[in-house]
Nanobody, 119 residues
Framework: QVQLVESGGDLVQPGGSLRLSCAAS????????MGWYRQAPGKERELVAA???????NYADSVKGRFAISRDNTKNTVSLQMNSLKPEDTAVYYC?????????????WGQGTQVTVSS
């Protein structure tokens, strides 16, 4: 099992910045990727950004150039720097960790942190 604890959600004005952090604990030795997803009211959960253990990154088109994901493999943490925030970025942001054991993939989720972008 993997436990994920997020922090950093807040209320911010449009154009502002926030940094989300997620710390993984427990059985972390075979995590192959970590990332951030978000879910706005009435919408499905969507990928925001992900990073593999090798450092390869993937971003949603809507956040490219504004958000940056980073990972510290020694500390089992992943962060999301969010700049130029827009009202449409308002959502609950969830940290995700993906493990692979043989051919089996498992996903783990944090409890979520609220990001609200509003004036």
């Amino acid at each position: 099992q993997v436990q994920l604890v997020e922090s950093g959600g807040d209320l911010v004005q449009p154009g502002g910045s926030l940094r989300l952090s997620c710390a993984a604990s427990g059985s972390v030795f075979d995590i192959i990727a970590m990332g951030w997803y978000r879910q706005a009211p009435g919408k499905e959960r969507e990928l925001v950004a992900a990073i593999t253990i090798g450092g390869a990154t993937n971003y949603a088109d809507s956040v490219k150039g504004r958000f940056a994901i980073s990972r510290d493999n020694t500390k089992n943490t992943v962060s999301l720097q969010m700049n130029s925030l827009k009202p449409e970025d308002t959502a609950v942001y969830y940290c995700n960790a993906r493990k692979q054991y043989g051919l089996t993939l498992s996903n783990y989720w944090g409890q979520g942190t609220q990001v609200t972008v509003s004036s």
